[in-house]
């Protein structure tokens, strides 16, 4: 299928705006043709499916990038730690409307919106979390110690470590709020390493 001018001066100004992430040679690739940036061999591709508008790119370039990674409009070929570290090196050469992005960057801050918010993002059933979630259900980083460690392990990892940090004795109290549905509840382990104080939680995420 052939291109229409349009089509081609958008592909042109896209690859242009791209040229200026130099500090180290890549290839883009888009349908038949093939766009060398950098002096040397490309250390990775980056393979669009569909061209960034160049307005989208002027706007915000992070956002315009990684929805169109998230679309399926462009993959990487290689390794996409490299290619990351490539353009993140390379933040002050993005370009930022702030303008434009008012209403991302600055919502209201009224009770209203705030709630809505809120709900937008959480309010959307267990069966969403639990889908990239451990057994634990937490909600917050684990710590892995080794390299074969499931993310449960390295959940139960991180709340030993909370655990010896705080060591808790007699007469004091743990609160666990806001870090998914009660961690320290479904870690089995924690109620017995936690020496002799109190284990408590509170929080409106609730406990599946």
Not at 6 to 31: C, H, N, S
Not at 119 to 133: M, V
Request: a negative charge; one cysteine or more.
């Amino acid at each position: 299928m052939f291109e229409t001018l349009g089509e081609k001066a958008e592909e042109k100004a896209m690859v242009q705006f791209l040229e200026r992430f130099t500090d180290y040679p890549f290839l883009i690739k888009f349908k038949n043709s093939e766009y060398p940036i950098g002096e040397g061999e490309p250390t990775f591709t980056v393979n669009f499916k569909e061209t960034i508008p160049l307005a989208e790119l002027l706007k915000s370039t992070s956002l315009a990038l990684g929805e169109a990674y998230m679309r399926g409009d462009l993959d990487i070929e290689g390794n996409l730690y490299e290619a990351l570290d490539h353009f993140l090196g390379q933040m002050s050469k993005f370009s930022t409307n702030e303008s434009a992005l008012k209403k991302i960057m600055f919502s209201s801050t009224s009770k209203k919106n705030q709630e809505k918010e809120v709900t937008s993002h959480y309010d959307i059933g267990n069966d969403f979390y639990k889908l990239w979630l451990d057994e634990t259900m937490s909600y917050s980083c684990g710590y892995f110690i080794h390299d074969d460690d499931s993310l449960y392990q390295a959940q139960v990892n991180k709340v030993d470590y909370i655990l010896k940090k705080l060591h808790l004795e007699e007469g004091m109290s743990l609160l666990d709020i806001g870090c998914g549905w009660g961690t320290i509840y479904r870690i089995p382990e924690a109620h017995q390493r936690s020496g002799p104080g109190r284990l408590s939680y509170s929080g409106t995420d609730g406990l599946p």
